[in-house]
């Protein structure tokens, strides 16, 4: 009864399969996966918005929305008739085909990341033995359709906002890269399937994830930083910046154009959460070892709305980063920080087993994170600064 | 050390959030339409024009000079004059407002309209739900529409009301000195040459 609520999706994909004719199971069973995450994820991007905007408020001691439907859970739903409704304005002089196309792109690059992240146990759209590669590719092309958003809207604030997007994104790039990298070095493998695989194993109860060790903890909290990054989220909202560019590279997008760039933005937060879950918090394993017979894709899902939630919360508390403050943190803390987290994911490696690895490991980091911290803030690269003219 | 400011802030933001789960104290959202809080006294909105006693149309303080109307900076408020004449306050003969119509969608409350007022006859209302759904005939405020009572002034801005009033039973008992003197000198007049008529005073009080 269990494996069958594990499984379920599974056998129900393998129970339509199986009422058409063999030579369209195939195609069937790809059409029936794809289906499921393009109605999977909008719905999570709805319960994630009305998530977000309550969270907000409570944050702030506000109610947040709470007139639509019982505890204003039919939100989302006003807000989807609203955006769908609302005229679609394309500016004048704009370049219009491109401008049609890049909410667009964007939509299908965040989708495709999905094909590959595996959801539950042997759910998993395709099996591809390069599936970081792949999915590392599509976010990458989210910075495409950024750009070719700002670049047709014909907008000085779409301008600068993509320009400030696409320096965010490949700044960040970099850290978020290099701290999957220690992954991929343990598992000796760029299949997210066998790096679920190798966290699938308990001692005393408790999972062998990546996170649990000094190497991977530090790897997690860069990637989680560099993840809200290239995602544009809070405090790294500075292409966005409602209060200086007024919403940046979709300035000039109204209606579902606009609704589209917004969805978006949630998938490639659950893209990019759902591959930091699988990276480093054991993908669909369950946190104990008493807690297996939970069926896995309640686990994934589960992990992927903690790690919405943290990024609401990182929201309501954080201001934005400045452009320069952006870019030193990037280039002089997270890159030293993740290429030195290469060395120690080594050091792990070669030390063997034992408490020494531990101890050493823990000290580096440590370490290094110090040093790293006290004389950048000594130099005022990083951390908090204070301004001559504002205060 | 470098993150201690963010950790300090995560927990700030998590002590609201679980706070206003809490205590009721710490959320201080009004839910408007449901719940209200009692219109602060010196609040403004839009001006309403005052009368006395029961009868808004007999006790109106408006004389229909159209200082106001000439005074209003955005030019919202429209009057017309009465042909003939009713009596005010101390009962001296005076024309009144035909027509009185004051454009809500116009008016940015400046008050103004109150400062100029000699007969304390318009004033300011803390109403504020004048939204309609019929943008010209609903946000042109007609005469019957803007007629309120003392009562509801007093009940509004007391303490303004309560010196409003004051001022003028001064201004009525000094009027009503004047008259009696007047009388009286009329009838002394009247006493010390037999020969004029008694009731010409009268019958210009009258008129």
Excluded at chain 1, 158 to 176: C, D, H, T
Aim: net charge neutral; charged share 20%.
């Amino acid at each position: 009864m269990l494996e069958k609520a594990d499984q379920l999706f599974v056998l129900l994909q393998h129970w339509v399969m199986g009422l058409v004719p063999a030579a369209w199971q195939t195609a069937t069973g790809i059409v029936l996966a794809v289906v499921a995450i393009i109605a999977v994820y909008p719905t999570l991007f709805a319960l994630a918005v009305l998530l977000e905007r309550k969270g907000l408020g409570r944050m702030q001691n506000r109610y947040g929305p709470n007139r639509v439907g019982p505890f204003g859970l039919f939100q989302p739903v006003a807000d989807g008739i609203k955006s769908l409704t609302k005229e679609d304005v394309v500016p004048f002089r704009a370049d219009t085909l491109v401008h049609f196309l890049a909410p667009l792109v964007l939509v299908v690059a965040v989708f495709m990341g999905f094909a590959v992240l595996p959801m539950g146990r042997n759910m998993v759209l395709v099996d591809m033995d390069a599936s970081l590669l792949f999915v590392f590719a599509m976010g990458a092309s989210t910075e495409l359709s950024v750009f070719m958003a700002g670049w047709s809207s014909r907008n000085k604030y779409s301008l600068l906002g993509a320009m400030r997007a696409v320096a965010q994104m490949i700044s960040y790039e970099v850290p978020l890269l290099l701290s999957s990298v220690v992954i991929v070095m343990m598992t000796g493998s760029l299949s997210l399937e066998k790096m679920v695989e190798a966290q699938n194993h308990y001692s005393y109860g408790l999972p062998h994830w990546y996170v649990f060790t000094p190497w991977g903890l530090a790897g997690f909290v860069m990637f989680v930083i560099a993840a809200m990054a290239e995602t544009n989220r809070s405090p790294f909202d500075l292409p966005e910046g409602e209060s200086e560019i007024i919403a940046g590279y979709f300035t000039e997008y109204s209606g579902f154009k606009f609704a589209l760039f917004f969805l978006g933005e949630y998938v490639g937060m659950f893209g990019i959460s759902g591959l930091g879950v699988t990276l480093f918090l054991g993908g669909w394993t369950a946190p104990f070892a008493f807690l297996t017979w939970v069926p896995s894709w309640i686990w994934f899902f589960g992990k992927v709305m903690l790690w919405i939630c943290f990024f609401i919360w990182v929201r309501g508390t954080l201001p934005r980063l400045r452009q320069d403050q952006l870019m030193n943190f990037a280039w002089k803390f997270m890159l030293p920080m993740t290429l030195l987290n290469l060395l120690v994911a080594a050091m792990w490696r070669f030390m063997g087993e034992g408490w020494l690895r531990w101890a050493v490991c823990t000290a580096v980091v440590v370490g290094a994170y110090v040093l790293m911290g006290r004389t950048g803030m000594r130099r005022g690269q990083i951390g908090p600064r204070s301004y001559r003219y504002a205060e | 050390m470098l993150g201690e400011g963010i950790l300090k802030g995560l927990a700030e933001t998590a002590k609201n959030f679980a706070g206003s789960y809490v205590s009721k104290e710490r959320l201080t959202t009004v839910q408007y339409p449901e719940e209200r809080v009692a219109p602060i006294e010196a609040s403004r909105v839009f001006p309403f024009l005052v009368y006395d006693g029961g009868d808004w149309q007999a006790g109106l303080r408006c004389v229909a000079c159209q200082i106001c109307e000439k005074e209003c900076p955005p030019k919202c408020i429209y009057i017309e004059k009465s042909k003939d004449k009713k009596p005010d306050y101390v009962g001296k003969p005076q024309i009144y407002p035909a027509r009185f119509d004051i454009d809500v969608s116009v008016c940015m409350s400046c008050q103004i309209c109150v400062e100029v007022c000699p007969f304390e006859a318009i004033k300011m209302d803390t109403e504020f739900e004048l939204a309609t759904d019929d943008r010209f005939g609903g946000l042109l405020r007609s005469r019957d529409q803007l007629a309120k009572s003392n009562e509801y002034y007093h009940g509004i801005h007391p303490t303004e009301a309560a010196e409003v009033d004051a001022r003028l039973a001064e201004e009525k008992a000094k009027v009503e000195a004047k008259a009696k003197a007047a009388a009286e000198a009329a009838a002394a007049k009247a006493a010390a040459e037999p020969a004029t008529p008694a009731a010409k005073p009268a019958g210009g009080e009258s008129k």
